[in-house]
């Protein structure tokens, strides 16, 4: 045991280190951040509770078993907060250590009005960017459970898997179930549209041109990043907080793309400060 201890005192050094920066993050979200009005206490805190019918929960209109990663939701709110937020903070460090984002991408991600908005309103958007960082087998059933964010990727994976029926398997049979088990839960009625709201940043329908194009040059190419980008050039909705996902994803292989994805929403924050009155510089 010792000598054993003695081989590995550095990776138990840093998990260490780790562990102790995530208690301490945890302590300073906790009192900071707990109590933060978003998303998360307005509507999928309650979605586990009300496992029998997700559907009902006001808000929630994700597919069904996408209620089952959400069962942190029985803890206190407060702290129920601060694990969903740190989920997606996780999920984003994971996205940029993948691709070999290296630092560049870790302030891409995080320093930009992008993450400042996904802190504010909390989302569920760890749950497909964690579907995209899996293998399909696994990764498809999380990325179908919020396809407006890198929904698009899921083409490029399958024809890298040579469009075998094998990641489809567990997709199919967790659809099917969800049927049997929830009814035709597609059929519940939604909100308002919230196609003509201000969050909405969607570039849609005039976007749709470019999407294709660049969904096309993702297939010649199997690249399944650009795939992801498409996504939000082909759909009406697109919440800016979604697009943080591709950013760390971007810093990797796409640099350039990042970069200039950053300034443009950079530059967009500052001038829209300006317009309502707030001089950030």
């Known amino acids: ?53 997700p559907n009902k929960v006001e808000g929630f209109f994700n597919p069904p078993w996408t209620a089952l990663l959400l069962a942190y939701g029985l803890l206190p709110l407060k702290i129920s907060n601060v694990i969903k937020l740190l989920l997606n903070i996780c999920m984003l460090l994971w ?87 929830w009814g035709n839960w597609v059929n519940i009625k939604g909100p308002v549209s919230v196609l003509d709201t201000p969050q909405n940043f969607s570039f849609w329908p005039l976007g749709i041109p470019f999407g294709i194009i660049l969904l096309i040059y993702s297939w010649r190419t199997n690249d399944e990043l650009l795939a992801g980008a498409s996504t939000y050039l082909l759909i009406p909705y697109v919440a800016p907080y979604s697009m943080v996902c591709l950013l760390a994803l971007l810093s990797g292989k796409h640099k350039k793309i990042a970069f200039a994805l950053y300034l443009g929403f950079l530059w967009f924050a500052v001038v829209e400060a300006r317009r309502t009155g707030i001089h950030i510089f």
């Open 1 to 53: 045991m010792i000598v054993w201890l003695r081989g590995h005192w550095q990776q138990i050094f840093k998990v260490f280190v780790f562990s102790l920066a995530f208690a301490a993050l945890f302590i300073v979200l906790y009192i900071y951040y707990g109590d933060n009005q978003n998303d998360w206490q307005r509507y999928f805190s309650q979605v586990f509770a009300h496992i029998q019918a």
């Open 95 to 181: 996205a940029v250590f993948k691709v070999k984002g290296g630092w560049l991408g870790i302030v891409l991600t995080f320093i930009t009005p992008l993450f400042f908005d996904m802190a504010r309103v909390n989302p569920i958007d760890w749950i497909p960017l964690l579907g995209f960082l899996l293998p399909p087998i696994w990764g498809f059933p999380l990325m179908v459970t919020k396809p407006q964010t890198l929904g698009a990727a899921m083409l490029i994976k399958w024809k890298m898997e040579k469009f075998s029926l094998k990641p489809l398997i567990p997709l199919a049979i967790i659809i099917g179930g969800s049927f049997l088990i």
